[in-house]
């Protein structure tokens, strides 16, 4: 058996001839501070892996929180995605940059971000980064036609 570890859980996976089952069972707690412990030979890290992307809101939710008007919404399509169209006054920070990391730093942590994309993955990447910057009020309110079919202007 093979031992795979994902967010804070143990799979065993049956190695190549053996029966086709999975065992999922939460990870014992470490029993030294260092996070690592030893487990047949393996290292394991059992401390909360950071999201690689946000889940975003629901279409409805999401525009009522950008009608709403107490945020900043962000746009993170590409600035050719952007001239398409895009929410009414929505700033355009093109996730897929070079610099989109600088552009973030030359917003205020502590304001309140919505942000979008086209399909809510680009978006939920931004705001997973934006939370490992220290933003704890961005959220991923997932694709712009979503919203606009939702009702967002």
């Not at 190549?16 to 014992?28: D, M, V, Y």
């Given at each position: 058996?093979?031992?795979?570890?994902?967010?804070?859980?143990?799979?065993?996976?049956?190695?190549?001839?053996?029966?086709?089952?999975?065992?999922l069972e939460p990870?014992?707690?470490s029993s030294n501070?260092?996070?690592?412990?030893?487990?047949?030979?393996?290292?394991?890290?059992?401390?909360?892996?950071?999201?690689?992307?946000?889940?975003?809101?629901?279409?409805?939710?999401?525009t009522e929180l950008?009608?709403?008007?107490?945020?900043?919404?962000?746009?993170?399509?590409?600035?050719?995605?952007?001239?398409?169209?895009?929410?009414?006054?929505?700033?355009?920070?093109?996730?897929?940059?070079?610099?989109?990391?600088?552009?973030?730093?030359?917003?205020?942590?502590?304001?309140?971000?919505?942000?979008?994309?086209?399909?809510?993955?680009?978006?939920?990447?931004?705001?997973?980064?934006?939370?490992?910057?220290?933003?704890?009020?961005?959220?991923?309110?997932?694709?712009?036609?979503?919203?606009?079919?939702?009702?967002?202007?």
């Amino acid at each position: 058996m093979k031992l795979l570890v994902l967010l804070g859980f143990a799979i065993s996976l049956p190695l190549a001839g053996q029966a086709q089952t999975a065992i999922l069972e939460p990870l014992p707690k470490s029993s030294n501070d260092t996070h690592l412990r030893a487990n047949n030979n393996v290292l394991l890290d059992d401390r909360p892996a950071q999201p690689v992307s946000v889940p975003a809101l629901a279409p409805k939710v999401a525009t009522e929180l950008i009608v709403n008007g107490h945020a900043t919404v962000l746009d993170v399509r590409t600035p050719e995605e952007f001239a398409t169209g895009h929410l009414q006054n929505a700033r355009n920070l093109n996730f897929r940059a070079p610099d989109f990391a600088q552009q973030l730093a030359k917003l205020n942590p502590q304001g309140t971000y919505l942000v979008y994309c086209a399909s809510g993955n680009r978006s939920g990447q931004a705001v997973a980064q934006m939370r490992k910057k220290g933003f704890k009020k961005a959220t991923n309110v997932g694709g712009y036609k979503d919203l606009k079919a939702a009702g967002a202007k």
